[in-house]
C-alpha cells in the first residue's frame, strides 16, 4: 500500500511540472488489480485543450496505465469523437468505450 501511494506521488509530481493547477484538479490517481489508473475530467473543455491534457499526461508518465477518460455525452459528442479518432500517441494500446457509461472512454496506455 505504501508503495502505490509513493508511485502516485511520483507521477503526480511529474504531472505538476506540466499542468496547470486547473488541470491538476481534474485528475485523480489510483490503483485497480494492480494497474495504475488516471481518472480525468474532461467536461467543459475544449477538444484542443482536452487533447493536449491527455498528450501531456501520457508523455510525461512513463508507466503503463489505463486512462479513465469522463468526457460526458449528454451536451454534445465533440470529446468522445476526438478522443476516438484524434489520438495518435503510438503508446496508446487500446480505445474503448464503457459500455455501462457513453461519457467515459478508457485509454490503455503502455
Known amino acids: 500500500m505504501e508503495k502505490d501511494k509513493m508511485k502516485n506521488k511520483v507521477i503526480t509530481d511529474r504531472l505538476s511540472m506540466i499542468l496547470t493547477k486547473g488541470e491538476l484538479e481534474r485528475i485523480s490517481i489510483g490503483e485497480i488489480k494492480g494497474q495504475t489508473r488516471i481518472r480525468i475530467d474532461l467536461h467543459e473543455m475544449r477538444c484542443a485543450e482536452a487533447k493536449r491534457t491527455i498528450n501531456n499526461i501520457i508523455a ?34 487500446s480505445i474503448n468505450s464503457n459500455p455501462y457509461n457513453p461519457g467515459e472512454t478508457f485509454l490503455n496506455v503502455a
Open 60 to 93: 510525461i508518465n512513463r508507466e503503463p496505465c489505463v486512462l479513465d477518460l469522463i468526457h460526458g455525452y449528454n451536451h454534445g459528442t465533440a470529446l468522445k469523437e476526438m478522443i476516438q479518432t484524434d489520438l495518435d500517441s503510438y503508446r496508446i494500446v
